[in-house]
């Protein structure tokens, strides 16, 4: 079954063409550039960013040099699969209106994807350079960051060859990659932090400052990251620039320590109570080598297996994690039934 994915729901406009789970081509345009001067993502600067880039991401994607060959191309896909929620209002409806208008013009199915489901599915996707074979069991537990989520799910199948998610523990407040884009915003290091607090954390003392640990009760499993940013906000904020700069590998490496703290011991306790058959994690964090490292760690000492994205490019948001969710959705055959019925859902959640 081939299938053309797309993926607008923050700041990278990307779309990839799949055979089944495989991936022939995965695309992805980046504007970070275009919103770090801001500090962050400004959604109608990402909807303006989507329009200009969308055709030709597509194009590529497809494999095609001009719109001609592209639209012979589209010819041969069977099913069209689009980031539906949650995400940014302005910038889902870009992907959802090309994937609309692409549906009804070409005659092609449509499905709609969760783009939380495409993170943890990310873990599924074939064939990139050879990636190699996976063997998963269930239910499973998966633990998935970006910057707009940060979740503890049970999977497991569903009857139609398809995958049940059941949210076990979230974070109440900010994303994991929200906190560490917020911390490294108030020292001044510009956006997207987590690669920059990454890079820095490297050569600095974890244990500089100390910082709380939220929800420290074992019996709850979610997560909440706002506390822990204004906690790092008071410890600092009377501090001279010059004792900042002084400290800033310490300052990242302790506020990233407590960062990979929770994550770690939230989806420990997770485990430990629902005995998963194994573990996958994913999401734009997981690119982060030292909670990498931590989480096959964790999943030594519990005797689980553990799989996280094979490429830096699958943690972070693409269309090929699209493209398998959307392959499993279109085996199920959960089509969208009225094309112009469907509409960007940002706060969309797991169906029930
Ligand atoms: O999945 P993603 O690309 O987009 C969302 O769905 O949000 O995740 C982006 C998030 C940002 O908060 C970014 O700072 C974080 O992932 N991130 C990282 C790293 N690379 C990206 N966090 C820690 N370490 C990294 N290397
Ligand atoms: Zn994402």
Redesign the pocket.
Known sequence: MKILAIET??D?TCAALMEDDRVIRSIISSQTDLHARWGGVVPNLARRGHQENIGPVIQKALGAKTTEEAERKIGEVEVIAVTAGPGLAPALEVGVEEAKKLAKKYGKKLVAVN?VEG?ILSNWVKNINGLPKRKFEFPLLALTV???HSKIVRVERDNEGGFRFETVGETLDDAG??A??KAAKMLGLGY????V??RLAKDGDKDFLKLPQPLADNNILNYSFSGLKTSFYYKIKDWPEEEINKNLFNLAASFQEAVIEMLVRKFRLAAVKYQPKMLTAS???M??KELRRRLREMAKKLERKIYLPAKKEL???NAAMIGVAGFYRAKGGRWVNEVDKLERQPRMDFER
Do not use: I, K, Q, R
């Not at 997207?192 to 690669?195: D, F, I, M, R, W």
């Open positions: 729901s923050c990278d783009h993170h970006s910057g707009g990659g929200e560490l884009d997207p932090g987590g690669p607090m990454e999401g734009g964090v690119a982060n943690n972070t948001d």
